[in-house]
Nanobody, 123 residues
Framework: QVQLVESGGGLVQAGGSLRLSCAAS????????MGWFRQAPGKEREFVTR????????VYAASVKGRFTISRDNAKNTVYLQMNSLKPEDTALYYC????????????????WGQGTQVTVSS
């Protein structure tokens, strides 16, 4: 499994922006569909967004569409999550995940997960 390490989380006021990064180990990063998930206190982990291996296709949860943007730089083995217009309900521990599946990727198809990075949005 690919090793993933998230970074970039922190404290931000509502309406602000934050950029998360997920660095992957190895030289096979481009073989993986990459996704972002989040888990708020007392809530189940939920899907946020995913990006195809080449970066040409993206999918967003309705709750973040228009505000969040996922991107990847395969040369740097890194996937990003640009979060704009943040809301208090975006507060969660954010995880990146990798899957060898392509196209539609279900949550149970992600076989590598990062440690998570905390995002806290204040009112």
């Amino acid at each position: 499994q690919v090793q993933l390490v998230e970074s970039g989380g922190g404290l931000v006021q509502a309406g602000g922006s934050l950029r998360l990064s997920c660095a992957a180990s190895g030289r096979t990063f481009s073989y993986y569909t990459m996704g972002w998930f989040r888990q708020a206190p007392g809530k189940e982990r939920e899907f946020v967004t995913r990006i195809s291996r080449s970066g040409g296709s993206t999918v967003y949860a309705a709750s973040v569409k228009g505000r969040f943007t996922i991107s990847r730089d395969n040369a740097k083995n890194t996937v990003y999550l640009q979060m704009n217009s943040l809301k208090p309900e975006d507060t969660a521990l954010y995880y990146c995940a990798a899957s060898l599946q392509t196209g539609t990727v279900a949550p149970n198809d992600y076989d590598s997960w990062g440690q998570g990075t905390q995002v806290t949005v204040s009112s």
